[in-house]
C-alpha cells in the first residue's frame, strides 16, 4: 500500500564518493534495460540504457552492469555531486511487448551530502 | 522548449467528477504513452498510441479511463467519476524513432482525489 511505497529504499554518500544502486529486475525474457533519475516533481529523465546482449556500458560519470544470469542490473556514480540526488528506477523491456511499454522497478532515493 | 508538456500540472477534485488531462508530445514523435505513478513507486504503464491509433491498453485502464489521441499530436486523458484510489501523478512520454534514449517523459499531472 502507500505507507510501503514511502519507504523507499535509500543511498546516502558523502560528495566526491561513488555510487552503486541496484535494481531485480523481473523478466528474463526482457531485451532492453534503463536507468532514469527523477528529480522532486518532475517526470523520470534518461539516464543511461544497455541492451541484454551487453554485459556492461559506460556513459559520462555513469556505468551500467547487467547480470543475466541472476536478473541484476546496477548503476555506478562516478564523483556523486549534489546534484545527482534524487530517486533512481530501472526499466525493463519485455521482450514480448510490441509496443515498446516499459516496466519500472521500485526506486532507490540517493542522497548526497556536501 | 521542446520537450513533452502536460497540463495542469496539478488538479484537485472532488470524488465522483470528471477530470481531463491533456499532454502535447515531442512534435516529431509518433508514439505517445500514458503511465500512472504513485508516491514511492515507479510509474506503471496505462496505455500507448501509434499516431491516432490506440494501440495497446494495459488492465489498470479501467472503464472509468478514456485516452484520445484524435489528430495525432497532442493526446488526452479523461477520467470520469473519479475515486480517491485515482489519485496520483500521471505521465505523458513520447518517442520518436527506434532509439529509447528518445523515450521523453513529461512533468507530469499530478491528481489529488478527496
Known amino acids: 500500500g502507500e505507507s510501503v511505497g514511502l519507504h523507499l529504499p535509500t543511498l546516502s554518500v558523502q560528495e566526491g564518493d561513488n555510487s552503486i544502486i541496484n535494481c531485480a529486475y523481473s523478466?528474463?525474457?526482457?531485451?532492453?534495460f534503463i536507468w532514469y533519475k527523477q528529480e522532486s516533481g518532475k517526470g523520470p529523465q534518461f539516464i543511461i540504457d544497455?541492451?541484454?546482449?551487453?554485459d556492461k556500458r559506460q556513459g559520462q560519470r555513469v556505468t551500467v552492469l547487467l547480470n543475466k544470469t541472476v536478473k541484476h542490473l546496477s548503476l555506478q556514480i562516478a564523483a556523486t555531486q549534489p546534484g545527482d540526488s534524487a530517486v533512481y528506477f530501472c526499466?525493463?523491456?519485455?521482450?514480448?511487448?510490441?509496443?515498446?511499454?516499459?516496466?519500472f522497478g521500485t526506486g532507490t532515493r540517493l542522497l548526497v551530502s556536501p | 522548449d521542446t520537450g513533452v508538456s502536460q497540463d495542469p500540472r496539478h488538479k484537485i477534485t472532488k470524488r465522483g467528477q470528471n477530470v481531463t488531462f491533456r499532454c502535447d508530445p515531442i512534435s516529431e514523435h509518433n508514439r505517445l504513452y500514458w503511465y500512472r505513478q504513485t508516491l514511492g513507486q515507479g510509474p506503471e504503464f496505462l496505455t500507448y498510441f501509434q499516431n491516432e491509433a490506440q494501440l495497446e491498453k494495459s488492465r489498470l485502464l479501467s472503464d472509468r479511463f478514456s485516452a484520445e489521441r484524435p489528430k495525432g499530436s497532442f493526446s488526452t486523458l479523461e477520467i470520469q467519476r473519479t475515486e480517491q484510489g485515482d489519485s496520483a501523478m500521471y505521465l505523458c512520454?513520447?518517442?520518436?524513432?527506434?532509439?529509447?534514449?528518445?523515450?521523453?517523459f513529461g512533468s507530469g499531472t499530478r491528481l489529488t482525489v478527496v
Open positions: 526499466a525493463e523491456k519485455p521482450l514480448n511487448t510490441g509496443f515498446q511499454k516499459l516496466v
Open positions: 544497455i541492451r541484454s546482449n551487453m
Open positions: 512520454a513520447s518517442r520518436g524513432g527506434r532509439s529509447f534514449d528518445g523515450y521523453t
Open positions: 523478466n528474463s525474457a526482457s531485451d532492453y
